[in-house]
């Protein structure tokens, strides 16, 4: 399996000029721990990260060293340093250095470079534009999906079904961000977050119909009112 088989495609995501505490709602209201920061042609100029947040000056968790360790460390690491803990916007705090892959990458490469980096996801990239995102958690829906005992329907290619599965999604106003679609020798999976179980069923029959009439393994995991934002 490559990444376009798991990769999720509604991707969130922020803007270079976007305010840090913009940013934050972001990470907190869809439950993740980094996000893209994607310019208006769509292509990927960094991530902010929980990582990228924790020191900062309006929350009193700046950095607090010794004097002397200020004489010893470089004038451009307290510049930098200096941006980190109080520059106003995204594009002040991210990380810059994108570590990224294809739609074609193979997925036990793509279990390196999160390993090798301790990263928890990683950009899709194809004609340098952010296509989707992989996580750790769709490497462990693919893993689960290989296992499932849901029979084929039809031998239809497993992409192909894929992409009239998450049309068919996308296309409805309810359809949550946190949503993702694994197909495995014709059969569905549905993973993710929804905010109902009217949201839960109305995905369900969706995936089901996409193609015909498919069996489906939901999946699904129904959060609490507040937890997932608006």
Request: without cysteine.
């Amino acid at each position: 399996m490559k990444a376009a088989d798991v990769m999720a495609t509604n991707v969130i995501t922020v803007g270079p000029e976007d305010r840090v505490a913009e940013v934050a709602q972001v990470l907190v209201s869809n439950r993740i721990s980094a996000v893209p920061v994607v310019d208006d042609t769509g292509k990927i100029v960094g991530v902010v990260s929980e990582g990228d947040l924790i020191r900062r000056v309006e929350s009193g968790t700046e950095h607090r060293r010794a004097w002397w360790l200020d004489l010893v460390a470089s004038r451009a690491d307290l510049a930098a340093e200096y941006v980190k803990e109080r520059g106003p916007r995204a594009r002040d705090v991210m990380t810059g250095k994108v570590v990224t892959v294809s739609p074609d990458t193979d997925l036990a490469e793509i279990a390196n470079l999160l390993e090798a980096h301790t990263i928890k996801r990683v950009p899709v990239v194809e004609d340098g534009k952010l296509v989707g995102i992989v996580s750790r958690a769709n490497l462990i829906q693919a893993l689960a999906a290989l296992h499932s005992q849901l029979p084929a329907a039809t031998t239809t290619d497993d992409a192909l079904l894929r992409d009239k599965v998450l049309n068919r999604l996308r296309s409805e106003s309810w359809t949550p961000m946190l949503l993702n679609v694994i197909v495995k020798d014709g059969r569905i999976g549905l993973w993710g977050f929804v905010r109902s179980e009217e949201e839960r069923n109305a995905a369900r029959v969706a995936a089901e119909t996409a193609d015909g009439i498919r069996p489906v393994d939901d999946n699904l995991i129904v959060m609490r009112a507040g937890l997932m934002g608006a």
